[in-house]
């Protein structure tokens, strides 16, 4: 069994307006030294496989046919098997 | 200057109706052994701080103060400064 952990975020070439309002109201609670900020989308998703490498596989297929948008969206992952060596 | 990757994930006591739906189209899709899926925010924040003692803190604050909904989110973080010592 096998946990993919996946982070989508925006492609550098896209506005990221979410990330654009929250870094103004941090400013506005006087967080100071805040640069930039960028939201995305987090995922866990728990699978069995017969291996790695059918694990990253299976993930990188899922994620590219229903988690992102292509266009506008990237991500990188993590898979943690069950006994906890991560493969990235 | 600090990047702080914060990972927000609904408590485990809390439904997580739109995960449910994602595995139930992963299904339908026919991805197999995928046995759950939960979707959370991801932040990436640039900020300057002190030190990395000061940077923790105000990422706790903030994210305390305006990322999660106390009520039905927890939250865990990495710092990487810029030379790029991970710091959790």
């Known amino acids: 069994m096998y946990t993919a952990k996946i982070y989508v975020t925006y492609?550098?070439?896209?506005?990221d307006p979410q990330g654009e309002?929250?870094?103004?109201a941090l400013q506005r609670?006087?967080?100071q030294g805040i640069t930039s900020?960028?939201?995305?989308?987090?995922?866990?998703?728990?699978?069995?496989?017969?291996?790695?490498?059918a694990a990253k596989n299976e993930v990188a297929?899922?994620?590219?046919?229903?988690?992102?948008?292509?266009?506008t969206?990237?991500?990188?992952?993590?898979?943690?098997?069950n006994d906890d060596e991560v493969q990235s």
């Open 11 to 15: 492609k550098p070439s896209i506005v």
């Open 21 to 24: 309002v929250i870094q103004a």
């Open 29 to 31: 609670m006087n967080y």
């Open 37 to 53: 900020v960028t939201q995305g989308k987090y995922f866990e998703v728990n699978l069995a496989a017969p291996n790695v490498a």
């Open 61 to 71: 297929d899922f994620t590219d046919a229903l988690l992102i948008n292509q266009n």
């Open 73 to 81: 969206e990237t991500y990188r992952f993590e898979l943690v098997s």
